[in-house]
């Protein structure tokens, strides 16, 4: 059975640019989370869903960015503009009972 | 608001040799879980071994255990003949509103 699926593995962008990260979730999983992960702050919070819904946003760092879930098997998390304090590794992950998390690989973005 | 403290930020061990991570937390929850994630340099985080706090019992997963003492809010992970394998950032973690995260300890395993 497949894992949870993220896109691009490593991004390398332009402040002000637009950035997507992608994610699949574990079919069956009706929750999905994204987490962005610093030295600093280590693993945060951003936004979770519960059937494509989104339940929380509060850990959105500012209005720079958004998620959406059209469908039970993908996401995305978009920034725009980009600035180089958004350079961490951004993590999805997926439940089928909100607490036991299944991560992929992240996706490192480094916005120069 | 829930939070988790692990108080090593590294620690380093023997190959063959036994080593305990120490995390506590703080929640208010009567009912929630707890877990142990790994980090390998790979990046992704993987599950290590997940215990419910109603449940008296310690969680083992072949040379991984814990020690959770519900009354100290603490919750160790023991990681047995250890391998070299074993090396990466160990997160604790426990659940509330959302799943929060401790900020790692660095496990190095030396031969």
């Known amino acids: 059975d497949a894992g949870v699926i993220q896109s691009p593995r490593h991004e390398v962008t332009e402040m002000g640019q637009e950035v997507t990260l992608r994610c699949k979730p574990i079919?069956?999983?009706?929750?999905l989370f994204w987490y962005r992960q610093t030295m600093m702050r280590g693993l945060e919070l951003l936004i979770y869903f519960n059937n494509n819904v989104p339940i929380d946003d509060s850990g959105m760092p500012e209005d720079r960015f958004s998620a959406k879930m059209p469908n039970a098997s993908f996401s995305t998390l978009k920034i725009q503009p980009s600035e180089p304090r958004d350079s961490a590794v951004y993590f999805c992950?997926?439940?089928?009972?909100?607490?036991?998390?299944?991560f992929g690989e992240g996706s490192r973005l480094t916005v120069l | 608001a829930q939070t988790v403290t692990q108080s090593q930020p590294e620690m380093s061990v023997q190959e063959a040799e036994t080593v305990t991570l120490s995390c506590t937390y703080d929640t208010s929850e009567s009912d929630y879980y707890l877990f142990w994630y790994k980090q390998p340099p790979s990046r992704q985080m993987i599950l290590v071994i997940r215990q419910e706090a109603y449940k008296q019992q310690n969680a083992t997963e072949n040379r991984f255990s814990v020690n959770f003492q519900k009354a100290a809010k603490s919750f160790s992970l023991k990681i047995s003949d250890s391998q070299l394998g074993d090396a990466a950032m160990y997160f604790c973690?426990?659940?509330?509103?959302?799943?929060?995260f401790g900020k790692g300890t660095s496990l190095l395993v030396t031969p």
């Open positions: 992950a997926s439940s089928f009972d909100r607490w036991e998390l299944f």
């Open positions: 973690a426990c659940s509330g509103y959302a799943l929060n």
């Open positions: 079919s069956g999983h009706d929750y």
